[in-house]
């Protein structure tokens, strides 16, 4: 079963517009982090923010927000008012509790990825 | 700066030719490791490294071999290439192993074998 779910490939938005990026995740460790991450078209792995499995507030970075829901195991990115600079694959990943009996040894899981072109 | 380097950026060789790709990390990070990126398949962990010589595989370790002999440095070595090791690598570090730690990553080397 995936760990992590993108369910969206391809998402457009129009610049100054808000836009929200899904992402489900699949884990059955109370103690786990959620991260975004950006991939322009020149390759480089950017990250964007993080939520741990017991923040009570959401994660907020700048324009990038996480619309944590816990109970339906939803991570979602927020990207307030678009630029053209936010055309980019977006990645969600988690990583799990390194504990007795751990498999995950710190390795980030990944998404599929979401595609965003911002139109002017 | 902090950051993560990797050298080569860009890679073309034949099958059978070794090769080391270098990655290095100015954040006295302990956990460092290797992803592939390739389509339909995701990013896939190689190899990891928890801290100084203490090395382990991850999901796709076949055909690869790294070191850590120095916590700054963990480079990723194919001993003998072949075309199906053709993809986008990342070197990955942060601060220890847990959940609540951020993976930084390096620009990425794209590899391509003949």
């Known amino acids: 079963a995936q760990k992590i779910t993108q369910t969206q490939p391809g998402m457009f938005v129009q610049e100054k517009e808000a836009v929200t990026l899904d992402c489900t995740y699949d884990?059955?460790?109370?103690?786990?982090?959620l991260f975004w991450y950006k991939q322009p078209s020149s390759g480089e792995m950017i990250f964007l923010i993080y939520?741990?499995?017991?923040?009570?507030q959401n994660a907020t970075e700048g324009r990038y927000s996480l619309n944590f829901q816990k109970a339906r195991k939803s991570a979602n990115l927020v990207i307030s008012a678009s630029q053209l600079g936010d055309s980019a694959m977006y990645f969600c990943?988690?990583?799990?509790?390194?504990?007795?009996?751990?498999?995950?040894?710190?390795?980030?899981?990944f998404g599929q990825g979401t595609i965003l072109t911002v139109h002017p | 700066e902090a950051q993560v380097t990797q050298n080569p950026r860009y890679l073309i060789t034949v099958t059978g030719k070794k090769l080391t790709v270098t990655c290095s990390q100015n954040?006295?990070?302990?956990?460092m490791s290797w992803y592939r990126q390739d389509p339909g398949l995701g990013l896939r962990q190689i190899y990891y490294?928890?801290?100084?010589?203490?090395?382990d595989k991850g999901d796709v370790p076949e055909g690869y071999k790294v070191s850590r002999k120095e916590k700054r440095n963990f480079p990723l070595i194919l001993e003998s290439p072949s075309p199906n090791q053709t993809s986008l690598y990342f070197c990955?570090?942060?601060?220890?192993?847990?959940?609540?730690?951020?993976?930084?990553f390096g620009p990425g080397t794209r590899l391509t074998v003949l």
């Open positions: 990955a570090s942060s601060l220890g192993q847990q959940y609540t730690d951020t993976q930084y």
């Open positions: 884990t059955s460790d109370p103690s786990y982090g």
């Open positions: 939520q741990g499995s017991y923040d009570q």
């Open positions: 990943a988690m990583r799990e509790f390194i504990g007795a009996g751990g498999t995950s040894y710190g390795k980030l899981t």
């Open positions: 954040m006295n990070h302990e956990y």
């Open positions: 490294s928890m801290n100084v010589e203490v090395t």
